[in-house]
């Protein structure tokens, strides 16, 4: 499913691939499912607005209503009259979770068509011959050898194949195939640890003459001291234009033409398009050969890894800053989106039993925590009063109540949930205008930092897990019942 989900993410900048796979298989239901994903990602888009805007909230919940969910519609995903009915009495007005259940249902459809492509291209590529040449024999010098020679003969770089530093990638674990150079420089963090792994003269150089290259153009003194640096180090028979060289044969003669000969080469300063051209020379020979190394070695791959969790524990500390601070709150990126994993922990917390139960492990961690689940349901029970169409006495009721619990409690402190102050404020002065998204922001907020504890909850991992077979037998069990089967 998370394989599905960056499909969908990333189809857009593929050039729909999956969209069109989907629309050439002549499964109508398949090309549905996949365009209403991209409209529920506006509608979350909208949602999450710095400039909330409800009217374009409302059309876009319409729109999506009347062409994917209501029967007989121009791309009619099919979903259950069960669903469709709740869309339509939760459809105004609409909350951010009024399609959770059809997307859902999308997903699971559309692991069929994403199966099927998968399938589809392997057998594909599976049809291609890899023919790899290999010559009979190899010139080292004046002299042949044969293949089996290359065993025992150590035979120079630039009389070797490219298949050698093109097959090294090979060994890179996926997750790290884009890594490049460029990223590994702007890191000095890595940088370093790429240093001390490599410790060849290919990195020196590069380094070196970089370090020319930033020296500024009115320092002649440096330039000059750097540039007979360089010249002296690589460009020399023993490195450059050695038999371990970068370059190629090729390679070495336009650098001695750029340079203008061997004897302007010893004596003259090194000019700019010399010193770029070996630098390309060695850089490329750097990500052929040594960055795949580098990438390949698991001291790289637990590093990367430890980063990853380090991010998510700064992030997280980062966020409780700014609510110390009382700087506002904008939603983060990767939160904005619906997926599986928030789609379930809103289910979660709607389930009697399963919000009890994280209500339970959430009051061990201390904090206000468990004040943030509790107003969470509250502000859901708010939404429904408007689904019901309360009346005004009612509403404000319930407002007051949220308020004077959770808000502006008489306990101090008066804000008793994970929000700012200036968010706090906000709410109090929209009380009275009894509008269904006056907690949008403040739910939102409670949300996210639930669903980070919900991560390291075991409990509702399970629970989740079995819920989807409980409801299917449980509706079962009704259809038996109302039939006279047991």
């Not at 249902?105 to 692991?111: R, V």
């Not at 709410?427 to 669903?451: L, T």
Request: with cysteine; hydrophobic share 35%.
């Amino acid at each position: 499913m998370e394989y599905l989900l960056q499909t969908l993410y990333h189809d857009n900048k593929a050039g729909y691939f999956f969209t069109q796979f989907c629309e050439k298989s002549h499964q109508s239901i398949w090309k549905s499912a996949a365009d209403l994903w991209f409209e529920l990602q506006e509608y979350h888009r909208l949602f999450y607005a710095n400039n909330f805007q409800p009217f374009k909230l409302r059309r876009q919940a319409q729109f999506i209503y009347a062409s994917f969910i209501i029967e007989k519609a121009a791309s009619d995903i099919e979903v259950d009259e069960d669903i469709k009915k709740e869309i339509y009495h939760k459809l105004e007005p609409p909350f951010e979770e009024l399609f959770d259940f059809a997307e859902e249902y999308i997903l699971t459809l559309l692991l069929v068509p994403w199966m099927r492509m998968i399938e589809t291209d392997l057998s594909t590529y599976s049809k291609v011959k890899s023919v790899c040449s290999i010559p009979c024999s190899w010139q080292v010098g004046n002299e042949f050898c044969t293949f089996a020679d290359l065993y025992s003969v150590e035979i120079p770089l630039r009389f070797r194949s490219v298949q050698d530093t093109f097959y090294q990638w090979k060994i890179v674990p996926e997750e790290f195939s884009n890594y490049t150079l460029n990223m590994l420089f702007r890191n000095r963090i890595e940088l370093g640890n790429f240093q001390q792994y490599l410790s060849h003269i290919d990195l020196k150089c590069w380094l070196d003459i970089e370090q020319f290259r930033r020296i500024a153009h009115h320092a002649e003194a440096l330039r000059n001291a750097k540039s007979k640096e360089i010249k002296s180090t690589y460009l020399n028979r023993k490195y450059f234009f050695g038999p371990g060289s970068p370059a190629s044969a090729n390679e070495q003669d336009k650098v001695m033409q750029l340079a203008g000969g061997w004897g302007n080469l010893l004596h003259d300063q090194l000019s700019s398009e010399v010193l770029v051209e070996v630098q390309r020379i060695v850089k490329n020979r750097l990500e052929k050969k040594w960055l795949p190394m580098f990438l390949a070695s698991p001291e790289f791959a637990q590093r990367q890894h430890t980063q990853i969790q380090i991010h998510d524990v700064v992030e997280d500390r980062m966020i409780q800053k700014q609510i110390k601070k009382g700087k506002h709150w904008k939603p983060v990126n990767k939160w904005i989106s619906s997926s599986k994993h928030i789609i379930s922990f809103r289910k979660a917390l709607l389930n009697p039993i399963t919000a009890l139960q994280f209500q339970h492990f959430v009051s061990l961690k201390g904090g206000f925590l468990e004040n943030n689940v509790l107003f969470w349901l509250e502000v859901q029970k708010y939404k429904n009063l408007h689904h019901s169409h309360a009346d005004k006495q009612t509403i404000q009721n319930k407002i007051n109540t949220i308020i004077d619990c959770f808000i502006n409690s008489k306990i101090q402190p008066s804000v008793q949930i994970d929000i700012t102050e200036e968010q706090a404020s906000k709410i109090m002065a929209q009380s009275e205008e009894q509008g269904p998204y006056i907690f949008r922001e403040a739910q939102v907020w409670v949300h996210r930092c639930g669903n980070n504890k919900k991560l390291e909850y075991p409990t509702i991992q399970v629970i989740l897990h079995h819920k989807y077979e409980y409801g299917r037998w449980t509706r079962k069990s009704c259809q038996c019942a109302k039939h006279g089967q047991d």
